[in-house]
């Protein structure tokens, strides 16, 4: 079983910084992507970053030169640094993989429990 566990959230005035983190754990073999999703109630989710396994990286217009992620492999972890935050950020953060498991032919997609990302002043 492979699960993904997050943290990080919290409420921060605007200008400020979080870092989100979110780790892998369980019979995995090997993990393809790395990305974390918003959603805001009454919205779809939407992709914020991604980081594939060759290391490109990808990121929504509005978090762009804002926003980075990073992954730390031997660890199964990675991070979404959040910095210049508005009030447009607020929302619920979820981690988001594509990963191997252990025995298995085919990856699947897995999610963290989401954390919630309040800027506000």
């Known amino acids: 079983q492979v699960q993904l566990v997050e943290s990080g959230g919290g409420l921060v005035q605007p200008g400020g910084s979080l870092r989100l983190s979110c780790t892998a754990s369980g019979s995995i073999f090997r993990i393809n992507s790395m990305a974390w999703y918003r959603q805001i109630p009454g919205k779809q989710r939407e992709l914020v970053a991604v980081?594939?396994?060759?290391?490109?990286?990808n990121y929504a217009d509005s978090v762009s030169g804002r926003f980075t992620i990073a992954r730390d492999n031997a660890k199964n972890t990675w991070y979404l640094q959040m910095n210049s935050l508005k009030p447009e950020d607020t929302a619920v953060y979820y981690c988001?993989?594509?990963?191997?498991?252990?025995?298995?032919?085919?990856?699947?997609?897995?999610w963290g429990q989401g954390t919630q990302v309040t800027v506000s002043s």
């Open positions: 980081v594939i396994s060759g290391g490109t990286t």
């Open positions: 988001n993989a594509v990963i191997r498991p252990i025995g298995a032919i085919v990856s699947s997609n897995y």
